[in-house]
């Protein structure tokens, strides 16, 4: 079981994960590498993260919750005040930042990372709400308040399971704002989560 550590600590274990993950690859890095690389005990990623998952888990949202915070909150804050965000809007909240992770290295090294959680259904304890399906379904269902919590739920399952082979995908170029890859994947996916 994961417990409480120093920050210093944790973000020293986050960030030479990072690092040998984005050299060797996630399946060519061990626990023990780790905590070697990070200059610690044998044991340090197993105290302070429970597992080499429930680390990736933590670098993912360290990493990237800031990215979809603000846009989701903004879009939380209007539904609140009775001015539900169209589903074009929420998909582009969804696009936008992974577009911008995949336009360098790291990013793309985290998007690989997160497709392997999402697409793998590993069974993650995630302490950002935003990284639950709950925010994301009760703005779809604002806007399509026709749409049952179960319907809404498996149509973003669907929704991300698309978004994240096409970001992650090593041997494709990503879609880039602005370009038509991108706008129809915006298309198709805000079609699919609108549809009656």
Known sequence: MATTATPGTR?????VAEELFAEHGYDAVSVRAINGAAG???AAVHYHFGSKEALVAALLETRLAP???DGLASLTAR??????????????VVLAPLAALAA??????RLRLLARVVLGRWDVSWTSDWFSLRPWVSLLRAARPDLSASVASRRW???FDLVLHT??????????????AYRALHSFV???LDAP
């Open 40 to 42: 610690m005990n044998p």
């Open 190 to 192: 805000t079609a699919g």
């Open 67 to 69: 990215l979809w915070q």
């Open 11 to 15: 973000e020293r274990l986050l960030d």
């Open 167 to 180: 970001f992650a995908d090593p041997a494709a170029d990503p879609p880039r704002p602005g370009r038509a």
């Open 157 to 159: 399952l669907l929704a």
């Open 79 to 92: 539904r609140r005040t009775g001015a539900p965000p169209a589903v074009g809007e929420l998909v582009e």
């Open 104 to 109: 360098d290295p790291t990013g793309r090294l």
